[in-house]
């Protein structure tokens, strides 16, 4: 903020107050490079990660602050020509320093000791002068090279021979290829992975090996960021291969084409059998039918015949009971009929 007096007149002063924006001015005055590159690390080595002001001028009167996702806590803050220890991580405590001796020309390199797995990944290096801060990133790959890996013959498996193998302590996930003799690759049967409290790599893979003539095969262990790789090789012996008979490879092929012709046959043995199954049934209800047509005739003729029978019968019944009822002579003797009993004379 710039203030000034101004005389307009004999008669009085005007004061004037303006805000002057400097802050493109200073921050055109440098600016922050680092790495074009990642910087790749083995695994429990020292790791120098460069900052450098642009151009070149000291940055010892400045505020430095190395940091990762967050801006606080940091892995390293630098003030007052000093580490400050009450912001940083804590698991960068007693493996951090800045390299003191360049500091002076504007090189500001953040050293870190031991280097672990968890370092892996982005730092930025933030500068800052009064109002005015600048940074850059720089990237870090941390490798891992694991033990050789171990290779052993679990056993036979479909007509051939499951192998394991298996390697620790890599980072990042290593690639694993599997070979014949000739260098020819091998695809993997599986492959799995599981990662330590360090958050090192161990992977397993294993392989169906089914060419008796292959003789040896190999396992190669392959550091994706360095190319680097370990290697180790399995000897097969023949005798060893499941042994499999002419007749069971015939058998193999045919196979699925006899179930095929047993398949077909059944569905029209089944057809067939339904077919005779419903005309036989549909025989017997007609059957059933005309036989209960012909009772039902032969009831009607029988009560036919009983009626026509038993109209003749009443048709002679009444002089069949003239012929049956006439009159006789009836003597009474009185000495023994009762004493109510009395004849009319008439």
Same mark, same amino acid.
């Given at each position: 903020?710039?203030?000034?007096?101004?005389?307009?007149?004999?008669?009085?002063?005007?004061?004037?107050?303006?805000?002057?924006?400097?802050?493109?001015?200073?921050?055109?005055?440098?600016?922050?490079?680092?790495?074009?590159?990642?910087?790749?690390?083995?695994?429990?080595?020292?790791?120098?990660?460069?900052?450098?002001? %642009?151009?070149?001028?000291?940055?010892? @009167? =400045?505020?430095?602050?190395?940091?990762?996702?967050?801006?606080?806590?940091? !892995?390293?803050?630098?003030?007052?020509?000093?580490?400050?220890?009450?912001?940083?991580?804590?698991?960068?405590?007693?493996?951090?320093?800045?390299v003191q001796d360049s500091i002076g020309r504007g090189t500001v390199t953040l050293l870190i000791q031991q280097i672990r797995a968890s370092d892996d990944g982005q730092y930025r290096c @933030?500068?800052?002068?009064?109002?005015?801060?600048?940074?850059?990133?720089?990237?870090?790959?941390?490798? #891992?090279?694991?033990?050789?890996? @171990?290779? @052993?013959?679990?056993?036979?498996?479909?007509?051939?021979?499951?192998?394991?193998?298996?390697?620790?302590?890599?980072?990042?996930?290593?690639? !694993?290829?599997?070979?014949? =003799?000739?260098?020819?690759?091998?695809?993997?049967?599986?492959?799995?992975?599981?990662?330590?409290?360090? #958050?090192? %790599?161990?992977?397993?893979?294993?392989?169906?090996?089914?060419?008796?003539?292959? #003789?040896?095969?190999?396992?190669?262990?392959?550091?994706?960021?360095?190319?680097?790789?370990?290697?180790?090789?399995?000897?097969?012996?023949?005798?060893? %291969?499941?042994?499999?008979?002419?007749?069971?490879?015939?058998?193999?092929?045919?196979?699925?084409v006899l179930v095929l012709l047993l398949i077909g046959m059944s569905y029209f043995g089944w057809r067939e059998h339904k077919a005779k199954k419903k005309k036989k049934k549909t025989k017997?209800?007609?059957?059933?039918?005309?036989?209960?047509?012909?009772?039902?005739?032969?009831?009607?003729?029988?009560?036919?015949?009983?009626?026509?029978?038993?109209?003749?019968?009443?048709?002679?019944?009444?002089?069949?009971?003239?012929?049956?009822?006439?009159?006789?002579?009836?003597?009474?003797?009185?000495?023994?009929?009762?004493?109510?009993?009395?004849?009319?004379?008439?």
């Amino acid at each position: 903020v710039v203030c000034v007096w101004i005389y307009s007149s004999p008669r009085g002063k005007l004061f004037i107050c303006s805000i002057l924006d400097f802050s493109l001015w200073v921050s055109d005055s440098y600016s922050i490079i680092g790495p074009a590159q990642p910087i790749l690390v083995l695994l429990g080595a020292d790791a120098s990660l460069p900052c450098q002001l %642009f151009p070149e001028q000291s940055a010892a @009167h =400045m505020q430095i602050r190395w940091y990762r996702a967050q801006f606080s806590p940091a !892995v390293l803050v630098y003030q007052n020509g000093q580490e400050q220890g009450g912001e940083q991580m804590l698991e960068y405590r007693g493996r951090t320093e800045l390299v003191q001796d360049s500091i002076g020309r504007g090189t500001v390199t953040l050293l870190i000791q031991q280097i672990r797995a968890s370092d892996d990944g982005q730092y930025r290096c @933030h500068f800052k002068e009064g109002y005015i801060s600048q940074e850059a990133i720089v990237e870090l790959h941390v490798i #891992g090279l694991g033990a050789a890996p @171990h290779v @052993h013959m679990m056993g036979p498996e479909d007509d051939g021979i499951r192998v394991l193998c298996s390697s620790g302590g890599w980072f990042p996930k290593p690639r !694993v290829q599997w070979s014949g =003799m000739a260098g020819a690759k091998l695809p993997s049967l599986s492959e799995s992975q599981s990662q330590d409290g360090d #958050g090192l %790599f161990h992977v397993e893979a294993s392989l169906v090996v089914t060419d008796s003539s292959l #003789g040896n095969v190999t396992c190669s262990f392959q550091n994706p960021l360095s190319g680097q790789e370990k290697v180790s090789a399995l000897f097969l012996p023949e005798p060893f %291969f499941p042994r499999t008979s002419p007749w069971k490879k015939a058998l193999a092929g045919t196979l699925p084409v006899l179930v095929l012709l047993l398949i077909g046959m059944s569905y029209f043995g089944w057809r067939e059998h339904k077919a005779k199954k419903k005309k036989k049934k549909t025989k017997k209800t007609k059957k059933k039918k005309q036989g209960t047509k012909n009772s039902t005739e032969a009831e009607l003729d029988q009560r036919k015949a009983l009626y026509k029978e038993d109209w003749k019968k009443a048709l002679l019944y009444p002089d069949w009971r003239k012929e049956l009822f006439k009159p006789a002579p009836i003597t009474l003797n009185h000495n023994i009929s009762h004493q109510t009993l009395s004849i009319d004379k008439n």
